[in-house]
Nanobody
Framework: DVQLQASGGGLVQVGGSLRLSCVAS????????VGWFRQAPGKEREEISC????????HYADPMKGRFTISSDNPKNTVYLQMNSLKPEDTATYYC?????????????????????WGQGTQVTVSS
């Protein structure tokens, strides 16, 4: 079974940084795209970023460009999300998910419904 374990969340002050980790098991890592999403209470889930473990290509949702960086360590089956200059509006539960069978993200990116397995989420709280 595919399993995803997200970690690294916590309480941080405005302007601080966190690095989230997503460890995947039960899959051939380089055949998947890994995406990061977040959902705040009362709001819809929103995409942050995704990375192809096939060629390392990345995609960022427009509102997320500049402060978030996604990276992957294929031998460790781990994808990271570095978050800098955090703001109170970044407070949310952050999830990682995988989409199978994608190559490069240079032309197409998975739609949210194409992510088939989701981690349990890690809470990020930014205090002012």
């Amino acid at each position: 079974d595919v399993q995803l374990q997200a970690s690294g969340g916590g309480l941080v002050q405005v302007g601080g940084s966190l690095r989230l980790s997503c460890v995947a098991s039960g899959l051939t890592f380089d055949e998947y795209v890994v995406g990061w999403f977040r959902q705040a209470p009362g709001k819809e889930r929103e995409e942050i970023s995704c990375i192809s473990n096939n060629d390392g290509s990345t995609h960022y949702a427009d509102p997320m460009k500049g402060r978030f960086t996604i990276s992957s360590d294929n031998p460790k089956n781990t994808v990271y999300l570095q978050m800098n200059s955090l703001k109170p509006e970044d407070t949310a539960t952050y999830y990682c998910a995988v989409a199978e069978g994608w190559g490069s993200l240079k032309t197409l990116i998975p739609r949210t419904w194409e992510y088939t397995n989701w981690g349990q989420g890690t809470q990020v709280t930014v205090s002012s």
